[in-house]
């Protein structure tokens, strides 16, 4: 019951639309806007991840079990998945209007998300050798952490270091997607393959929570759960582990809540 349970939430995005959540207010300043930059990013992240799926399910480029769940929810899902970016887009609107850079900027990522989703022009970013990490990452940095510290006057170039947290994070889903994922892609499993892309993740992981330690000074007791966590899921063999990967956001966003 509770992995079938476990299952919805990762399938639907639930789990990484709650994880994104808690990531961004445990890193902004805690006020009003940081709740309006989190609250959008939650629908955004929720709109956008379904939506790619469900392009995908028109495609039949989903793995039967996920194909089959998204074919059951698909009226729901194409609901709730135009709702929730509409409304963030509006949220989004709402705080950035006197801010033309940060607006232009979350211009600029909602065109490379549309190219990145769907083939307009015969332009696909996805299918770009090499680069599917690459601008999931650019796009998360931008609109996770620097359009709200931007907004927010905290922004410091040091916060690029997020970047390396966010292409970790890619790694495992490109795992995950191996097989599915067309070999001309050549994400870095399809070049490297999975053992080595394991030690590249750690490394990554490693890379951020010490540059984070020493720009934010985070203490030890914050950094292992985030470590431990990735640690016991690489080593547990079940479907579901590259994708609970994105519990290292909660994890690290509720820290960050405990440090206030």
Sequence with gaps: ??????????QSHLFL?????FFSI??????????????????AVFGVYNW???NKLKKNQLPTEVRLWYEKYSVVLHSSAFLCISISALIYFYVLIQMPFSLLMLGVTGLLTVLYIFTIKQVNLRQIPGTKALWISI????????IPKLTQDSFSWLDLHYFILFYALTIPGDMRDMELD?????????????RKSK???YFLLVLFLMINNLVEGRSLIE?????????????????????????ILLIFGISSLFEW
Excluded: C, H
Excluded at 1 to 10: A, P, Y
Excluded at 17 to 21: E, K
Excluded at 224 to 246: C, E, G, N, T, W
């Design 1 to 10: 019951m509770i992995i079938k349970w476990l299952k919805s939430l990762v």
């Design 199 to 201: 030690f590249l993740f």
């Design 182 to 194: 067309n070999p001309e892609m050549k994400t870095i499993p399809q070049q490297i393959g999975n």
């Design 139 to 146: 796009v998360w940095t931008i609109m996770a952490v620097v």
């Design 26 to 43: 445990g890193l902004l300043n805690r006020n009003e806007s940081s709740i309006l930059f989190s609250v959008a990013l939650l629908l």
């Design 17 to 21: 639309t709650i994880s994104t959540f």
């Design 52 to 54: 790619n799926r469900l």
């Design 223 to 247: 950094i292992i759960p985030v470590f431990l966590f990735s640690l016991i899921l690489f080593a547990k063999r079940f479907s579901l582990r590259y994708a609970l990967m994105d519990g």
